[in-house]
């Protein structure tokens, strides 16, 4: 199985920070002390979003036009789901005995989750992507030769 793609882990991150700040929200009474949850959700899932849309689905060549924006959104999209998540954690620690506890829980957990995604599916380097090049075709070679 193939990891998703950073574009898609972040996305995805968004989209469940926008869905758990909203219920938090209601789940909370919709009051004005409430509001934190439905702002941190959508600022957050607003955020995904941006950097999911730096990323894209391409990796460009170095050099290539939009080469810095797209490494840029790679290394912000590393640290910024452990950052909000740290946050997020402190509130579910203050928080623990209100009705938001459960979505604050889930997002601290998709926090998590995606900068492990992130991090584990990052664009290699030219060293190792090259490394990984030279292993793929040997062992094509080595392939190829106990077929024959």
């Not at 402190?90 to 506890?101: C, D, G, N, T």
């Amino acid at each position: 199985m193939a990891l998703p793609k950073p574009a898609e882990t972040m996305a995805l991150y968004g989209l469940t920070l926008m869905i758990c700040g909203a219920l938090a929200f209601q789940a909370a009474g919709a009051t004005a002390k409430a509001k934190s949850a439905l702002i941190v959700g959508n600022f957050g899932a607003v955020l995904s979003f941006i950097l999911a849309g730096g990323i894209g689905t391409t990796i460009p060549k170095k050099g290539a036009p939009g080469y810095k924006m797209y490494m840029a959104c790679v290394h912000i999209a590393l640290v910024y789901p452990v950052i909000l998540g740290s946050a997020l954690a402190w509130r579910l620690w203050l928080a623990w005995h209100k009705p938001m506890r459960n979505y604050l829980l889930v997002m601290v957990t998709a926090s998590i989750l995606t900068a492990a995604l992130v991090a584990l599916n990052k664009p290699k380097n030219g060293k190792a992507a090259a490394r990984a090049k030279t292993v793929a075709k040997a062992a094509k070679a080595t392939q190829d030769a106990k077929s024959e």
